[in-house]
């Protein structure tokens, strides 16, 4: 049996329950990583492979077990070359340093604006090179999402085709080769999913706002941790009150019970097969939509999104395309919806290509196109009862309700008391340490002053006998 070992909050066969995923964040801040997470495992897991979860450790303290336990390390990461993930992305580097086995990295992106300015560089340049030149020493060559990434990557030194290639995101391989969106007929009597996100241009949120009026049977799939919280327990709003964004409880689309927030994959993709539509300004709320056979539009707002959208020819537009006047059905006429379709055999194989350049097995080894075949991974899901996609409140029993509050609060109470405890700790472990440091800093000023005096007589019986 071969072991290996991938970067990811929780396994495909892990059936966390709401409470355990908000206490864990075992989503990694969005639900959309577990898109490219499952992907990953769907195709490691061949037969006679056992593919487990780190649970997004970091700790360089482990590399002895991982050795140990594990034939490789598997990291998939997304936009992780930005300046808030750099503290992880080097404490990644210590871990890997310190592996012998194997460490692959299988997709990984930068952060930054539409239209990046590489030649002025980034902050973190340097925690970039050394992480790469980490991952390098124990595999082949590293795989990127997107052209910009493999561009920024050789203006650091490092060289394309050799050191690191163009994979996209590994959600896109979820199900191999063969990708087939449907035909559909999209009226204003349609059921449509939209996904969205605060952080795109208040233009965009107003375009996507307008396109519930024009499609009103909508189901809106948010991402975020602080949003399934929100959805679960009805509590806190995540901002101030906005027209063109649900933030809090009282908006339409959670009072009216139009919200599902997704626990795994295989119910997602699901949900995603019985709409006409997905669009929005989420990544993978649209490629989930896409690998389900779905029509989806997704509107690019930075290089992140832009790169992966050119590679996989994804059916898009940008936030340039929209304006005040900009319908929702203004744009579905002009799209291709088949678009993906065309580059997806291309793109497949070579990233079946860099999987085995690093030595990986996969489960379409010596698969045709035409032959059917058992998928390790479904048939152990097959014994799982995964868990349903949360409503709101809205849409709960009064008993149901109140069993989720009466589960979670308390959770929330444990987590806040460890929390505090554990500050308190490392407070006093502070105040001990700089009063330890305190003290041999004074030590060694006065240990200085003494050799200082004793050099100033030295110096200065010197120049009295030099006089003489």
Known sequence: MKNILVRAGMSPLDPFNADEILMNNSIGGNVGNLVYQYSVFRTLMAQGVNVEADYYSQDAAKAEEYNEKYDCYIIPLADAFREP????????????????????????????????????????DEAVKDFVNAVLEKSSIIGVRGQITADYLTRLGFREGID?????????????RELKIRDTNIT??????????????????DFITRAQEEIPDYTFIPQWLKEMELVYTGARGIAKPSDNYPVQMSDRAYMEDRVRFFLNVPTWIEFLQ???????????????????????????????????????QLTHITKDDITAETKLFDVINEVDFKSPEKIQGKNFDHFIDFLEKNGLNHIY??????????????????????????????????????ARWESYYPLVDKRNVNTKENLEKISKEQKDKIRKQEGTIKKQKGTLNRKSVKLALRTANLFSTTKK
Do not use: W
């Open 274 to 312: 019985s709409v006409d539509l997905s669009f929005g300004a989420r990544l993978h709320g649209n490629i989930t939509s896409t690998i389900a056979g779905t029509p989806s539009i997704l509107i690019a707002k930075d290089a992140r999104m832009r790169e992966l959208a050119e590679y996989h």
């Open 188 to 205: 204003k009597d349609s059921k449509i999913s939209i996904n969205s996100s605060r952080m795109s241009p208040s233009h965009v949120l």
């Open 164 to 176: 690191h290639t163009v994979i996209g995101c590994p959600s896109m391989y979820t199900f191999g």
């Open 85 to 124: 993930f750099i503290p992880a992305l080097k404490r990644y580097t210590n871990l890997i340093k310190k592996l012998t086995i194997p460490v692959i990295v299988v997709g990984v992106g930068l952060r930054a604006p539409f239209e990046p300015k590489l030649n002025e560089g980034f902050p973190f």
């Open 365 to 402: 080894k010596n698969q045709s196109a035409q032959t059917s075949f058992s998928v390790p991974l479904e048939e152990k899901l097959k014994s799982i009862r995964l868990q349903a996609p949360l409503k709101t409140i809205a849409g709960c029993t009064l008993d149901e309700m109140v």
